[in-house]
Structures are given as C-alpha cells and as structure tokens.
C-alpha cells in the first residue's frame, strides 16, 4: 500500500512537471531584457509571433499546475489571501483617515532590517553577516531593502488599525465550562446558583478545570479570549449567549454547540474612552508587536467585515472560469 501511495505520488509529480514545460532547447529563444519596451500592452505578459499570452492564461496555468501540488506548496491562493487583506487595510485606511508618511515608513524600514540583522546574528550565533546572509540566501541587497521598504506599510497599517481597535472598541472578559451533556450542563448550573456571589468566580474556574473537556481549561481556568460584539471568536449560538448576560452573570440554561454544552459567565464590560486615530498615532506607531499577532489581525478583519459590510467577489481564471471570460450565469 505503502509503495503503491509512493508510486501514484511520485506519477503526480512527474504529470505535473511534464504538463509545465513543452521540451524545447534550453537557451535557443532569446530571453528579453527586464523592462525592455515592446509592444505589449497592461494585462499581456507574453507574444509569441502573432498569440497574445494575457496575465489570465499565466493565472490560470499556474492554478492548473498548484491543483496538483499539496496546499502548503501552492503560491496562488495566499496571494489571493494577501491581495485580498492589502485591499482591507487601504479600505479601512481611507475610512479612518490614515496615510503612512515617508518618514513613518524609512523609521519603519529600519525597525525592520534592524530586527532582521539581529535574527540573522542570533541564528547564525554570530558567524555569518548580513550581507553573507543576503549572498546566501541569493538575494540582491538593494532589491532586498526595496522590498522591506515597500512592505513596512502594511505592516504599519496593520499595527494601527489592529490597536486602534482594540483601544477604542467596546469588549467583554468571560469564561466557559464545556461538557458533553446537557445534564453534565445542568449540574454545573446548579452548583453555580447555590455559590455565593462573591466566591462565584474562584468556583466557576475550579469547575471548569474540574469538569470542562476544552483541552486549555487546565491553563486557562475556562477564561476565554477578550472578545468584541461581532469578531466571529465564537461560534454564533455562544456569542449571542454571552453579550445578552451583564457582567457577573452566567449562563442559566446550558447553550448547544457543535462542540458540546457550555456554561458561560460575562466578568466584565471595557468601555474605552473614544478618541481620534490622529490623537493617539504616536501610540499606535509604538506598540509592540505580539507573538499572536496574525490571530489579533484576523479577529479584526473579521470585526470590519461585519460591521462595515465589504463585499469580496472573486474572478480567479481557471478556477471560476476560463481565462479572458465572463463568468457565466447559470
């Protein structure tokens, strides 16, 4: 079984190399010089004689090619991903007001080499040097600090929308107890409502790291992520329990997941003080940049899909449709 799996995955491979190139001599046609002027025009990336090859036949080549190679080896869909949330942060730039000064990006792009000299000094424990690091790795220095350069705006417009809304948006704290059972549910509210109010937190997270089959209850003690109305962090049939509660109440009938029965109690209501992005942009500039930083950002995307109603349509040629054609209806 074992050797027929290797066999059919290494048939892939080969199918897919082979429908890649057309065998033709190495070096016989004339390869042209970057930005050459010709007679190309935007959208067209290639004339062979009189065919016209477009940047959706190259699309959709690629996307027949990587459809044959597992997900974490294809290029197109992260691209997707990646334009798709540049296009979020100008978006919600413009709305707020926010433009990236020059001087706020050269500050920025020497934040970032400076981190980037240090890691190469720390994983290499001193013996190799930026710049052999660069050689190493193939890269052109100059084309190298272009490209950190152009990438320290969206890495500064993620730092200051991600924080501006976390300072200035209404979240709750709140725990959870999941359990198996309704009846496993039941028991556990009982228990809650014979507690005295002001030992109702310390028995709350006891039984959670008691009773809770969430794998992170022995550590968080059931606490969950801060949350704000309308991050998605919830399933729906959660979050619409825990923003009904006020702070210090639970949860008096067990809600239904797909996960189980929980117990939830709402601790408490952060109302930050609504300032101006303007006002506070030295601060945001500033802030430190945290381990779950990709999770924080992901929460606030889905917080301004929600609330400010972007719509995401998608044309990708060779997966929705043929290259340098509408979409059908059907």
């Known amino acids: 079984m074992a050797r027929h799996w290797l066999i059919h995955s290494s048939l892939v491979v080969v199918v897919a190399l082979v429908c890649l190139t057309v065998g033709f001599q190495a070096g016989a046609q004339e390869t042209p010089d970057k930005g ?19 940047a959706e036949d190259l699309i959709a080549r690629i996307w027949e090619y990587e459809s044959m190679l597992k997900p974490d080896q294809r290029v197109l869909e992260p691209t997707m991903s990646y334009l798709r949330d540049t296009a979020l942060l100008d978006l919600e730039s413009e709305r707020l007001g926010l433009v990236i000064t020059e001087a706020e990006l050269d500050a920025e792009t020497d934040r970032q080499l400076k981190a980037i000299k240090a890691k190469v000094k720390s994983d290499t424990r001193g013996t190799m040097t930026y710049e052999q690091w660069l050689t190493q790795q ?3 220095k100059d084309d190298f600090e272009t490209y950190v350069h152009d990438r320290s705006k969206i890495i500064l417009q ?37 507690t005295p109010a002001d030992k109702l937190d310390s028995v ?41 509660l ?9 809600v239904k997941t797909d996960y189980g029965y929980h117990v939830f109690k709402r601790d408490q209501t ?50 929705d449709c043929k290259p340098n054609e509408l979409i059908q209806e059907k």
């Open 246 to 254: 006020k702070d210090g109440e639970f949860t008096k009938e067990a």
């Open 138 to 140: 193939g890269l052109n």
């Open 36 to 54: 050459r002027p010709n007679s190309l025009k935007v959208g067209q990336v290639q004339k062979v004689g009189g065919k016209i090859i477009t």
């Open 204 to 244: 709350f997270e006891d039984l959670a790291v008691q009773r809770s089959i969430d794998p992170a209850a022995g550590i968080t003690r059931g606490k969950l992520p801060r949350l704000f109305e309308h991050d998605d962090t919830l399933v729906h049939e959660a979050a619409d329990a825990l923003w009904k």
């Open 270 to 319: 952060f109302k930050p003080k609504k300032r101006s992005l303007e006002e506070m942009r030295e601060e945001l500039i500033a802030a430190p940049t945290r381990t779950n930083e990709e999770e924080y950002f992901n929460r606030w995307a889905r917080w301004v899909f929600n609330t400010q109603h972007y719509k995401v349509e998608r044309r990708l040629p060779g997966f």
């Open 158 to 194: 993620k730092r200051i929308l991600v924080n501006y809304f976390e300072k200035t948006e209404p979240s709750i704290s709140s725990k959870h107890i999941l359990v198996k059972t309704r009846e496993q549910a039941n028991d556990i509210i009982k228990i809650l409502k014979a």
